[in-house]
């Protein structure tokens, strides 16, 4: 692989060996993958900080990892808990220790402590920037909405890659494997402002195309583009797509020749496929929830002031929780506008900032099923936890909330 | 019977002598291997890694397996080398971490042919493989 003076000296150790080591990393991870160089990267998004997740070893090398800092921008997924309201939680506190250190090996390095699965929502990237991204659905959306370019990292090997400022040049950094494979036509009567359906639309894609860059045609564009992300978070959760082209939304769509689409393989998706994710997902009967579950991925603000409006009149009982996840950011948004984050507590609804509940210590603190309108968290919840987990529109659960647990 | 040897492509240089432990299934190291205790579960086998030339396809599964790999050498746990047939981002990270000989890219032959308990050396400063078969040692 070709090398420049700097990253030749980074290699040979003029910026210590934890560096040496992350260049020497990347440079045989590229090798491997038939990259002919590195590039330069502006961003770096690191997953795989949780506890739970990545255990003792993890810990151990960030800990490690942590005497050098990073060389470009770089911000983090979710941990195990909120970090102001683990108590409440019923998080041990050796578990908040171990986290706490994992966090601080980041904040080290000069990560910023974002604590989100969302960072299209807190970063500026611009369009047709090389960046290193973890956590799936933020790859989807980092190519498929904003246009920026960047492969399917894990959580590691994007911080490698935030610490020298580089990534091998291979896949999706470059035009060439960005045309379309394949073009899905979509259904019209498909309501593109529902979480549980876009999520599962999503799902029976990617279980349907695992590899390739699949052309989206006839997708309706939801009234907030962010909305994509749950369409996004399905395909992540089923396959290891990293690229779709979505017609009238992706940048990509704009670099396409006609001849791009000749010849190209073309499938139908229609309400059938996102009845079967349904069907999947179908283990909690309606009052055996332990919590009923909004942000994966994390929230808006203004989802979270919609969902908040329509559960102005709900109070859950004892043992029952409405979980929403969001970022650190949404929080204080929140609070600026004048709600009372404690009063929401006290009728069992727990805005959580920081965490997602397939990272955190679900089994220790006593969650075994879960109503959600994410298909991304249904699939892990299960898969990781073992919990029980049923997907539902989210305003089929509100109305429900409403109609079970209203206090007036 | 004597030596036979492989080509392979060198990916973490090193080179490592020892007993063959051999998987024909791929392997998730976040799952299969718990870096504490050094004891693999595949292919409804339980073996420990430690020491050992670990043979198997390539990695599947999650990318917290390079944190695993990290963990065996953090628990002493470590392989000597890793032989695949085609090597994976994961595990290549993980083994430039743990400074672990990786190599891949060897022929299938070798891998219809050599067997756990067999002895094998590896260059992966060279891209070579020698196999002596468990029956010749004795």
Known sequence: MYLNKYEESILNGEYGPIKAKALKALVKMGEALGADRLIEITHAHISGISYTTIGEAGLELLKELSAERVYVDASCNPAGFDLERWRLLGVPEEYYEKQIEIINSLRRMGVKITLSCTPYLIENIRPATHISWAESNAVLYANSVLGALTNREGGLSALLAALVGRTPNYGLHIDENRKPSIIVNIEPNIDPNEPSVLGSLGYS??????????????????????????????????????????????????????????????????????????ETFNDVQLEDFDIVYFGCPHLSLNEVLHILEHVKNVRLPKGKRMWLTTSRKVVSEIMALGYNIDDLWSRGILLLSDMCPVVAPLRIIKVNSVITDSVKAAHYLRKLHGIKVTLMERRRILKLMNEIYSRC | M???????????????????LVFNQPISFLGDVDPVTGVIKADKEVK???????????????????????????????????????????????????????????????????????????????????????????
């Open chain 2, 48 to 138: 420990k890694v430690k020491d050992r030339i670990l043979i198997f396809p390539h990695g599947k599964g999650s990318t917290v397996g390079s944190y695993v790999i990290y963990g065996l050498k953090r628990y002493n746990n470590k392989p000597k080398a890793i032989i695949n047939l085609i090597a994976d981002p994961v595990l290549v990270i993980g083994c430039v971490l743990a400074d672990i000989p990786l190599v891949d890219k060897v022929s299938r032959e070798f891998f219809e042919y050599v067997s756990t308990g067999d002895y094998v050396i590896v260059d992966a400063n060279q891209g070579i493989i020698s196999l002596c078969k468990r029956k010749s040692i004795r």
């Open chain 1, 205 to 278: 894609l990617g279980q349907i195309i695992g590899y390739g860059v699949p052309y989206i045609i006839n997708f309706r564009r939801p009234n907030n583009l962010e909305m994509v992300k749950y369409f996004l978070a399905g395909i992540g959760a089923s396959s290891a797509l990293g690229l779709i082209i979505i017609s009238q939304i992706s940048p990509d769509e704009r670099r396409l020749r006609r001849t791009d689409l000749r010849n190209l393989e073309r499938m139908d998706l229609d309400k059938r496929n996102i009845k079967n994710v349904f």
């Open chain 2, 2 to 20: 004597g030596h036979l040897t492989f080509k392979c492509r060198p990916i973490v240089e090193g080179y490592a002598e020892g007993e063959a």
